[in-house]
Nanobody
Framework: VQLQASGGGLVQAGGSLRLSCAVS????????MGWFRQAPGMEREYVAS????????AYTNSVKGRFTISRDNARNTVNLQMNSLKPEDTAVYYC??????????????????WGQGTQVTVSS
C-alpha cells in the first residue's frame, strides 16, 4: 500500500492550499481516509476524515468552516481544501488509510497506513 501526499507549500495568512493524497494497493473506494498534522515539538493531531462511502465527514473544531475533505474514487485520491489559513495551521500534514467500510475515524489508531507528509507553512 502506498500513499503519496502533495500540495503543501508556503502561503500567507488568509490564503488557501489544496492537499491531495493518491492511494495505491487497496480498493480505495471501500476505505475511510483521514488527514492528520504534526507541528514542530508537538504530537500528531487529527484534522479531518471521510467515511468510505463519502457521505460522512468529520473535522477537528479548529478547522471547521475553513477546511473541506473530499474523495475522488475515480482517481483514488483524497483531498483537503484549506481556506482562511492561519499561522497555527503550520505543520506537516499526513494522509492516512483507515479501515474497511468505516465511517470518518478521528483516532490515529484506526489508520493502518500513512503517507510521507507534506509541509504546510503559513506566514503571518
Amino acid at each position: 500500500v502506498q500513499l503519496q501526499a502533495s500540495g503543501g507549500g508556503l502561503v500567507q495568512a488568509g490564503g488557501s492550499l489544496r492537499l491531495s493524497c493518491a492511494v495505491s494497493g487497496r480498493t480505495f473506494s471501500t476505505y475511510a481516509m483521514g488527514w492528520f498534522r504534526q507541528a514542530p515539538g508537538m504530537e500528531r493531531e487529527y484534522v479531518a476524515s471521510i467515511g468510505w462511502n463519502g457521505f460522512s465527514t468529520a473535522y477537528t473544531n479548529s478547522v471547521k468552516g475553513r477546511f473541506t475533505i473530499s474523495r475522488d474514487n475515480a482517481r483514488n485520491t483524497v483531498n483537503l481544501q484549506m481556506n482562511s489559513l492561519k499561522p497555527e495551521d503550520t505543520a506537516v500534514y499526513y494522509c492516512g488509510l483507515g479501515r474497511l467500510r468505516y465511517g470518518p475515524s478521528t483516532r490515529d489508531s484506526e489508520y493502518d497506513y500513512w503517507g510521507q507528509g507534506t509541509q504546510v507553512t503559513v506566514s503571518s
